[in-house]
């Protein structure tokens, strides 16, 4: 188990521009989820997968965002037309086995710190 | 709509010092609530779920409790190795969590 991974670590942008971030969840894992993190404040949750199947977003995520998970494995958010209130850390987590609906913890990967200049 | 606040934004201690940190919350059917300990510029690293009022579990130096209404991270004896953000998350009748703004823990040797 390799645990969550994000690519990329970094990433500085001009505004209008677009971004795309990868996430790679814990292999047995059929959820996966999105949130944002600004500076002093906690994780607020974005979207989320089961499977291949988006099956929430939240009413913050304007239509400039975007998250697909074409075979129920890796994910993806793309940021289109960046604008400077993008600038925060992007994280992902996975969670779910198939056991009972207690064992929902969520692990989260290392995050991508994204810049808008 | 689910909320979660938690007390003192941030706390200094002395090593050896022990101390309490707070996460007050107000969710509809509460499924779980998570602690988590995030380091500068990582990602949230899971510590413990509580699923009911009363239940208590122990790591190390944390200990984590439950009520209906609040939950307590107490930190015994720290080290200058905990020093860290604590986030508290609740889970309700979906799947995603609520976090609060998490309290900065500094130890000092």
């Known amino acids: 188990d390799t645990g969550v991974s994000q690519d990329p670590r970094h990433k500085i942008t001009k505004r209008g521009q677009n971004v795309t971030f990868r996430c790679d969840p814990i292999?047995?894992?059929?959820?996966l989820y999105w949130y944002r993190q600004t500076l002093g404040q906690g994780p607020e949750f974005l979207t989320y997968f089961q499977n291949e199947a988006q099956l929430e977003k939240s009413r913050l995520l304007s239509d400039r965002f975007s998250a697909e998970r074409p075979k129920g494995s890796f994910s993806t958010l793309e940021i289109q037309r960046t604008e400077q209130g993008d600038s925060a850390m992007y994280l992902c987590a996975s969670s779910g086995t198939g056991a009972p609906w207690r064992e929902e913890t969520q692990y989260f990967g290392p995050g991508t710190r994204l810049l808008v200049l | 709509e689910d909320q979660v606040t938690q007390s003192p934004e941030a706390l200094r201690l002395q090593e050896g010092e022990s101390s309490s940190l707070n996460c007050s919350y107000t969710?509809?059917?509460?499924?779980?609530l998570f602690w988590y300990r995030q380091d500068p510029g990582k990602g949230p690293e899971f510590l413990f779920t509580l699923y009911s009022a009363g239940e208590e579990k122990e790591k190390e130096r944390l200990k984590a409790t439950l009520t209906k209404k609040e939950s307590f991270l107490h930190i015994t004896a720290p080290k200058p190795e905990d020093s860290a953000t604590y986030l508290c998350a609740v889970q309700a009748n979906d799947y995603k969590l609520s976090f609060g703004a998490g309290t900065t823990v500094t130890v000092r040797a």
């Open positions: 969710v509809s059917g509460l499924r779980g």
């Open positions: 292999s047995e894992h059929n959820r």
